[in-house]
């Protein structure tokens, strides 16, 4: 009997995604041009600078065949800066702007991986591309270690902030996710999922208890029949 799917993408699908998006390589030696499906790669020929997806570049950073170069927002001045932001304000910090004159309509779909993106935003897949270039490309990055730690505190604060926004839903209010990660999303989805389904019970619930306790007070003759009732004697 095969088990139910979880609702939503599940972090290792997330990953996966992830895993599409292009980041720059440079090159340690002459490679022939590629045919993929998400179109064709360029020749390598070194120093010259290359973008990649991220899956192919991993491979040729693990085969000793080119090195990664991080995205600006990857460096401890930009992640810095932006947890600086997360911590002083109640929202998350912007999304990268969509380019000009442009038919994307989604973050993820903005490159902001390769060497020329922005390093005043974090992108859609900034958690696990972060942490899949300090896993496998730790050398090709700016202190490594503090990094790490910036990426970690940035991530608890943001968590924090997706836990601590649920609290409004009680209040028939919006939560506002701009700016939210996919990894976050997927992280995310258990806790927040549980919430809402607490709240619709107890919405339930009170409903159920008023229309028991309207139909005692009619039954008793306390609602607003008991009014007609008086209505009709005093004529």
Request: hydrophobic share 35%.
């Amino acid at each position: 009997m095969a088990l139910p799917l979880p609702s939503g993408l599940t972090p290792p699908e997330i990953a996966f995604l992830c895993e599409m998006e292009l980041v720059t390589v440079i090159p340690r030696q002459r490679l022939e041009g590629l045919e993929l499906l998400g179109g064709p790669v360029l020749p390598l020929q070194p120093p010259y600078r290359t973008p990649l997806p991220l899956w192919l570049a991993l491979l040729l950073k693990r085969q000793r065949r080119a090195n990664i170069l991080p995205p600006p927002w990857l460096s401890p001045l930009s992640l810095s800066s932006i947890l600086e932001h997360e911590q002083s304000s109640p929202s998350f910090s912007p999304p990268p702007p969509l380019p000009p004159n442009t038919n994307f309509a989604s973050p993820p779909f903005v490159p902001s991986a390769t060497s020329t993106s922005s390093p005043d935003y974090l992108p859609y897949h900034w958690l696990e591309l972060g942490e899949m270039l300090l896993d496998a490309a730790g050398d090709d990055i700016q202190e490594p270690d503090t990094v790490r730690r910036l990426m970690r505190d940035l991530r608890e604060v943001r968590m924090a902030k997706i836990r601590g926004g649920v609290g409004v839903l009680e209040g028939g209010r919006e939560v506002r996710m701009d700016g939210v990660g996919g990894m976050e999303v997927a992280e995310g989805r258990a806790f927040v999922g549980g919430v809402v389904d607490g709240l619709r019970k107890i919405g339930a619930s009170k409903e159920q208890t008023r229309k028991e306790r309207e139909a005692e007070e009619k039954e008793s003759g306390i609602g607003g029949g008991g009014e007609e009732d008086e209505d009709e004697m005093d004529y």
